[in-house]
């Protein structure tokens, strides 16, 4: 015993490694209750270390309970209070009958496990995360040291259902300043956009049949999670300035709707910018049949050229039928899982109990870094760093698409990725094989649509990817998807 100890952690004290190393051994009963301890200076020979680091294993595991003391006779191993190993008759659980339809659905839409992974070396065009080396690391730093020293014990403690008080006040004269008439209103701090979706789909009641109406196509996790909270999805085809109002109109004559998910600017993933002359006509629909409409903020900063589009919710006024779900991941820092919910007050006060029931609150920590960072003034300086790297890395993709899949339609007007449409019969999934056997992956289009459609659609993600890559990766693209259209 004793000869398998090894320092395995530089990083970590030699005296927390002994101690971790003898409580393993007493918990897989190799060590029993009341039996005695080699003293300090032989377990240390045994060891390799010095007396000193296993006095102060000892005493680490004395004050966790594994170990206890008698005055001149040495240290003994504590009994354990609850019986291990095979005291009790090990039995098996066939997970599999026991989980419900949540759960099951969950995995059949879980479309990450089973895509194809980036191995090393290979371009990868399916992120649409921001680039970590635009990081402003120095001014996060500054933030969390700032906030810690002004109310460090406070973070650390619980946190409030609602959210951090001075983020809310931040963000709420932020979305002032983007047009949102905020009488009536409030905000809900959320653990990202997909937590705030979530809450909201499970708030609302399904008077019509749980019918929700949607662009086609649409943000994946939003489908997944209407999927999962047992929405039934009607996709309204795009055209190049937003959703098609005629069809939309036609599916209002038809049927009536809970609900209405929409996302204007940037949208995810065909990168169209609705245009402010169809927002406007879009909320006059949604008004005039009552329906409520989430509206999602997604990339709504990363504006390249053009003037300002108002969010849905500005164009609105004080009516409150619209629920913004606002987030900085795709722009900041999707590492700090701080979203916002701005909505109607008695939604919000409903939000908040729902927010206390399943997590009690997000990160206080997280919100007050956010806040201070924000508070500093250093979005602005960022997003402008942000915004005039994107937009250089956007001009350089759309123009390798061109070059090298001129047979392909490519909508995008800014934001972090660009969309690509081929003839009809196309399939994208056999075009991402011969491309992964080649080391470039994309992300095959008919992840997005709400009825099975867009096989013949793909999205291309260029935040992360350097600019030899994208030349490089579009070039095979455009190789391998001209063999098939001759083949």
């Known amino acids: 015993m004793f000869n398998d100890f090894e320092i395995l952690e530089e990083d970590v004290p030699v005296h927390l490694q002994v101690k971790q190393y003898i409580k393993r051994l007493i918990l897989k009963g190799a060590l029993h209750g009341d039996q005695k301890l080699a003293s300090t200076r032989e377990m240390g020979q045994l060891l390799g270390v010095s007396r000193n680091t296993v006095i102060a294993a000892y005493e680490g595991l004395e004050e966790e309970g594994f170990v206890y003391t008698l005055q001149g006779k040495g240290s003994y191993v504590a009994p354990l209070s609850a ?20 759960a099951r659905q969950a995995v059949d839409l879980d479309r990450m496990k089973s895509g194809i992974r980036a191995g090393r070396n290979t371009i990868s065009f399916t992120s649409i995360a921001p680039d970590d080396h635009l990081f402003d690391l120095d001014h996060v730093k500054r933030a969390f040291l700032d906030r810690m020293a002004i109310e460090g014990n406070v973070l650390l403690n619980y946190g409030y259902a609602k959210g951090y008080k001075p983020l809310i006040e931040f963000l709420m004269r932020y979305m002032e300043q983007k047009g949102v008439d905020l009488q009536g209103k409030d905000m809900l701090i959320t653990s990202g956009f997909t937590e705030g979706f979530d809450m909201i789909l499970a708030a609302l009641g399904k008077n019509n049949g749980g019918a929700v109406l949607c662009e086609n196509p649409t943000h994946h996790t939003a489908i997944k999670n209407l999927k999962l909270n047992g929405f039934e999805i009607k996709g309204i085809p795009m055209e190049h300035d937003g959703i098609n109002l005629r069809e939309l109109e036609r599916a209002l004559s038809e049927r009536a709707y809970d609900c209405a998910y929409f996302v204007p600017s940037y949208h995810n993933p065909t990168g169209i910018v609705t245009s402010p002359g169809k927002r406007i006509a879009l909320m006059k629909l949604m008004a005039e049949h009552q329906i409520p409409v989430i509206e999602d903020g997604f990339n709504e900063e990363l504006r390249y050229s053009g003037s300002h589009a108002l969010p849905l919710i500005a164009t609105a006024g004080r009516g409150n039928g619209v629920i913004y779900i606002g987030s900085f991941s795709k722009v900041l820092f999707p590492g700090l899982r701080v979203g916002w919910v701005l909505a109607d007050r008695e939604l919000i006060d409903y939000l908040e109990s729902i927010k206390r029931a399943r997590n009690i609150h997000t990160s206080t920590l997280d919100q007050s870094v956010l806040f201070q960072y924000l508070h500093n003034g250093h979005l602005e300086k960022y997003l402008k760093k942000a915004r005039a790297e994107y937009k250089r890395k956007y001009e350089w993709t759309r123009l390798c698409c061109e070059k090298y ?25 056999q075009l991402l094989e011969a491309c992964s056997e080649n080391g470039v992956i994309f992300t095959p289009g008919d992840l997005f649509f709400t009825d099975g459609g867009g096989v013949n659609t793909m999205r291309v993600g260029f935040s992360r990817v350097s600019d030899e890559d994208i030349d490089k990766g579009l070039r095979i693209i455009g190789g391998l998807a001209a063999k098939q259209l001759e083949g």
Request: charged share 25%; proline share 7%.
């Open 83 to 102: 019986a291990t190993g095979d005291a009790v008759p090990p039995w098996k659980t066939e997970w599999s009958s026991r989980l419900n339809d949540y």
């Open 405 to 429: 899949i001129p047979f392909a339609r490519v909508t995008g007007d800014g934001g972090l990725h660009l969309f690509l449409e081929f003839e009809e019969n196309f399939d994208t999934h």
